[in-house]
């Protein structure tokens, strides 16, 4: 069983629907991070969170740390914003991120 | 200046070539990272240096030899690579190795070895 799993496990949006994408994790965790990865490219980091929720833009993360859930939360969905989001949690100090299988978003015009 | 550099961007070799794919970053950051990625697939830790000391090798094969000369520059050097070996190879890098600091990737040198 992965440590990680996400869901859905590919998306297709309409643009300007909101949308959520949702992460659950079986360990305990010190931080964790969402990563956006456009096809063929890099991976750009969108947030760490530990606790509560941060904003960014169109974007919004949660994290309920009793409930080992967070959500990556898109307003106004945008073609653009088709990527995958892979959500990857971490444990404590010197252990390394361990990754999801990242979510497939479509955004259609 | 928040970017982590890579070159090349794509990389053709043959089972018998050395190559190397370079990563750079003039953050400051102390921790630097080499992860592999296959298609469709999640990145997987290879190795982690921390002040340019490797503290992390996930029994990478000795055919992927690390290398940190300074604290802005990490090379993945290649050496008798197998197809299997194909993938897009990400660095990234971090203010520390610590659990709380964000990580942040560079482009990738896609590899096709032949």
């Known amino acids: 069983k992965n440590e990680v799993e996400q869901s859905p496990q590919n998306l297709t949006a309409q643009e300007g629907e909101f949308i959520t994408i949702n992460c659950s994790y079986s360990v305990g965790i010190s931080a964790l991070h969402w990563l956006q990865q456009h096809p063929g490219g890099g991976i750009v980091s969108l947030f760490m969170?530990?606790?509560g929720k941060k904003k960014h833009g169109r974007l919004i993360a949660t994290i309920n740390i009793q409930e080992k859930h967070s959500s990556l939360h898109i307003t106004a969905s945008h073609p653009r914003d088709s990527a995958v989001y892979i959500c990857a949690v971490r444990g404590g100090a010197n252990s390394k991120l361990t990754f999801g299988k990242g979510i497939t978003l479509s955004v259609r015009p | 200046d928040t970017e982590v550099t890579q070159t090349p961007k794509h990389l053709v070799m043959g089972m018998t070539n050395k190559k190397s794919l370079k990563c750079e970053q003039h953050?400051?950051?102390?921790?630097m990272y080499w992860y592999k990625q296959k298609a469709k697939k999640p990145p997987e830790l290879m190795f982690v240096?921390?002040?340019?000391?490797?503290?992390i090798n996930e029994s990478v094969p000795s055919r992927f030899s690390p290398e940190c000369p300074n604290s802005s520059l990490l090379n993945l050097h290649l050496h008798a690579l197998q197809p299997e070996d194909s993938a897009l190879y990400l660095c990234?890098?971090?203010?520390?190795?610590?659990?709380?600091?964000?990580?942040?990737f560079g482009p990738g040198t896609r590899l096709t070895v032949l």
């Open positions: 969170l530990s606790s």
């Open positions: 990234a890098s971090s203010l520390l190795a610590g659990h709380t600091d964000t990580q942040y």
């Open positions: 953050m400051g950051h102390r921790a």
């Open positions: 240096y921390s002040y340019e000391k490797l503290s």
